[in-house]
């Protein structure tokens, strides 16, 4: 039986290649490692290190389940159908998300992983493949949460436009939207009992080939908070909603496919330090087609079929790469 591999990337820092076994553990079991989470952060996952990768393998595991993956008609009718949840519910926002197909061959996965390592510096690129989750691939660009004992950093990353728009203002849609994540972050810092919150922005920010608006968050943590933080904070609005329960159960009660690792935890967590992500612009890979993981934030005056072409432009992150890796 192959083992697992995992490859990984932080923004200025060299790629790191290892063999071992992934996990399943209880969060009170990680103490330090590479995690992933699922979206409910219900499951972890921690990487075991065997020894480092000195040959890249080219036999990847592929996971026998296909996520649901909706035509343009049946998008557009859950995205209504959304719409009245948000209006019946009373939500400022909620993030609706899809599957996206795409042909691309599983053998090739990891030099789309040099080739997203390449082309986006600035977000933490991993490759993982495993017997129990299959393979997936990400460029995500948002930072949960980074810590350096008592100092913490977060961001709140929210609305988008395509970098051909960039001349062009941001609507109030977008503003509010970022500003909800904002509040939420910072509130979610002041229950854990942080001090000196600072906050930098909101400014744009460029991730391949969409902008998004950003605010930069950093504060000190007392002691032994590092986990009560990261709990309280994920989900966060960017990949849920507000209010945040109202939000998670529209979700499950119309999203037609299971997010899994898509908007989970993944990244290094110590026991004081951590460098954790938001799990975005990610894809599983099986045999012959790569399963994009699209959202969109939705506000009352959301359009669907605007939503969907932000889901559209936030696949070219990795669409893109895989064109490059196929020529």
Known sequence: MKADFLAYRFPGKEKVKQIGELHEVSLTDVIEGFIFSDFAAQRFYKFDVHHECLDIPTDFYSHESKPYVYTT??????AHSFLNGIAQFQ???AVFSRVKSHSFPLSK???????LCE???KALVYLVSSSKIGTWIAATPEILLEAHKSFVFTMSLAGTKKT???NQPWGEKEKIEQQLVTDFIENQLKKVGAEQIELNGPYDYQAGPVIHI???LSAFLPSKKLIELMKVLHPTP???????????????????HDRFLYTGIVGLLGRTDATLYVNLRCAQLQTDTAYLYLGGGFTPQSIPELELDETENKSKT????MYSVNK
Do not use: H
């Open 73 to 78: 008609r049946e998008y557009l009718l859950q």
């Open 91 to 93: 939500l400022d926002k």
């Open 238 to 256: 960017a990949v849920s909603g507000v209010p945040r329960d109202a939000a998670l159960n529209l979700i499950s009660s119309v999203e037609a």
């Open 119 to 121: 082309s986006y510096p």
């Open 214 to 216: 950003r605010t930069d």
């Open 164 to 166: 051909s728009q960039n």
């Open 109 to 115: 996965a990891y030099q789309l992983f040099e080739n």
């Open 318 to 321: 990795l669409i893109s790469c």
